[in-house]
């Protein structure tokens, strides 16, 4: 992370070692800060926050989601988030790798066939009935007993659980896979494949026309997959992670507007600012000023 960044990037560790896969409880992070709301950050890893009767807010990417008794939230490497809590939360936190995932025989697409991890769209939290919760405890104790275990096939077991407790939320959210951008069976591939290629290059690749050529598709005819998927064109599409990128950098750097268009892939100032009035509404300081209040 750059020098001038105010917001910080935590590695996974553990007692001071890293690791795959932490599983702590809320009271324990609570007690951990003191009762003191964290600042705004970002992982490297995925995170899971089920709260069991915490009550608070928690903000990603800029936008707010009340925490409630019994929901579960869902937030990807990368994501700026904020957890602001009542007194007294209790609930369970789960924190895992992509690594963790591969050691443990998870396909690397397992995860972006769910609909709970999004990194640049809406990621309210996932309620929680009582049937799902006998489910889930059982999942999520037997997880947190094997974290804390000296058994050598530990993490093999944590995997295992893991995989069971993602599928059995996967089961019950009500997120219209559209919105998840697992779109219907034609075209799919192509919108999946959209997504990744848009989160490696947004920095680099703007136009339309380059990432057709990299699906090897008309421009056209991906226009038309995006549009019948998510109801916006491709060009939104690429935009509006670049937006993203844009408001984080914007409130969480102290860069200048033309050094966050040149990491952004914009040579010229103007452009960037035309760009930033255009997706935000406001100018870049105009920005950076109301949510600095």
């Known amino acids: 992370m750059p020098e001038n960044n105010k917001i910080y990037s935590?590695?996974?560790?553990?007692?001071?070692?890293?690791?795959?896969?932490?599983?702590?409880?809320?009271?324990?992070?609570?007690?951990?800060?003191?009762?003191?709301?964290?600042?705004?950050?970002?992982?490297?890893?995925?995170?899971?926050?089920?709260?069991?009767?915490?009550?608070?807010k928690h903000i990603i990417d800029f936008k707010e989601y009340e925490i409630l008794p019994n929901h579960i939230f869902f937030v990807s490497p990368e994501q700026v988030h904020q957890v602001i809590t009542n007194p007294n939360p209790t609930g369970y936190v789960i924190l895992f790798t992509s690594e963790f995932l591969e050691q443990n025989s998870i396909r690397p697409d397992f995860i972006s066939n769910l609909k709970l991890f999004q990194k640049s769209d809406e990621t309210p939290p996932l309620p929680i009935d009582s049937q799902m919760e006998n489910s889930l405890k059982l999942f999520a104790a037997k997880m947190n007993s094997e974290f804390h275990s000296s058994n050598e096939m530990r993490y093999e077991t944590i995997g295992a659980y893991l995989k069971l407790f993602l599928i059995e939320c996967n089961g019950h959210c009500s997120l219209a896979p559209q919105t998840?951008?697992?779109?219907?069976?034609?075209?799919?591939?192509?919108?999946?494949?959209?997504?990744?290629?848009?989160?490696?290059?947004?920095?680099?690749?703007h136009q339309v026309q380059e990432y057709a050529e990299m699906?090897?598709?008309?421009?056209?005819?991906?226009?038309?997959?995006?549009?019948?998927?998510?109801?916006?064109?491709?060009?939104?599409?690429?935009?509006?992670?670049?937006?993203?990128?844009?408001?984080?950098?914007?409130?969480?750097?102290?860069?200048?507007?033309?050094?966050?268009?040149?990491?952004?892939?914009?040579?010229?100032?103007?452009?960037?600012?035309?760009?930033?009035k255009s997706k935000l509404g406001q100018s870049l300081q105009e920005f950076r000023d109301s949510h600095l209040k």
């Open 10 to 56: 935590l590695d996974l560790r553990f007692n001071g070692a890293p690791v795959p896969f932490v599983m702590k409880t809320m009271e324990e992070i609570g007690q951990a800060f003191g009762g003191i709301a964290d600042n705004p950050h970002r992982h490297s890893y995925y995170t899971v926050i089920w709260s069991f009767l915490a009550t608070g």
């Open 180 to 205: 998840n951008m697992q779109f219907i069976e034609v075209g799919k591939t192509i919108v999946k494949n959209l997504k990744k290629n848009v989160e490696t290059h947004f920095t680099t690749l």
């Open 215 to 276: 699906l090897n598709v008309s421009p056209n005819y991906l226009n038309e997959i995006i549009k019948s998927s998510v109801h916006i064109s491709a060009k939104e599409f690429i935009q509006n992670r670049i937006a993203l990128e844009a408001k984080r950098m914007i409130v969480f750097t102290d860069k200048s507007s033309k050094e966050i268009g040149f990491d952004l892939g914009f040579n010229d100032p103007s452009h960037f600012s035309k760009f930033v």
